[in-house]
């Protein structure tokens, strides 16, 4: 597989897995999932809970619509760099969920490290850069 596919699988595994946890979210938000069960177990409350999730769903939304601008399947004007730069932010910060999912008092919540470190490696694939020609 050359890169190019990578990054073309990248993309498209990375929007069709962030729409489904938008959709796990949701599943949260309108109680159809037991919000015990997420965030580490840390939630107190019902009220921490809408806050956190609509949270969540903002950010989810967000890193897909950089992936469609990133991805060019829409026109747009910004910047490569900055596209890039949010990308590798996103990269730390699912890195960062890894270690933190795997201290996480549920096996749901546990299992989400996979995810999160699999969402890792599929932005490094988008931002790895092609081997120049000497």
Partial sequence: MNI????NF???????????FILFHIGILTKLIPYENTWGGQLENEAQMYVFETISILINAMLIT??????????????????NGILRAFQVLFTLNTVGNLFAKTYLEMSFSLVTLAFAVLI????KKPNQQN
């Fill in 4 to 7: 190019n596919s990578a990054k």
């Fill in 66 to 83: 950089i992936l469609v601008l990133k991805a060019n399947y829409v026109k747009n004007s910004l910047s490569p760099k900055l596209l």
């Fill in 124 to 127: 490094g694939i988008i931002l």
């Fill in 10 to 20: 990248s993309y498209k595994a990375l929007i069709a897995s962030i729409s489904l």
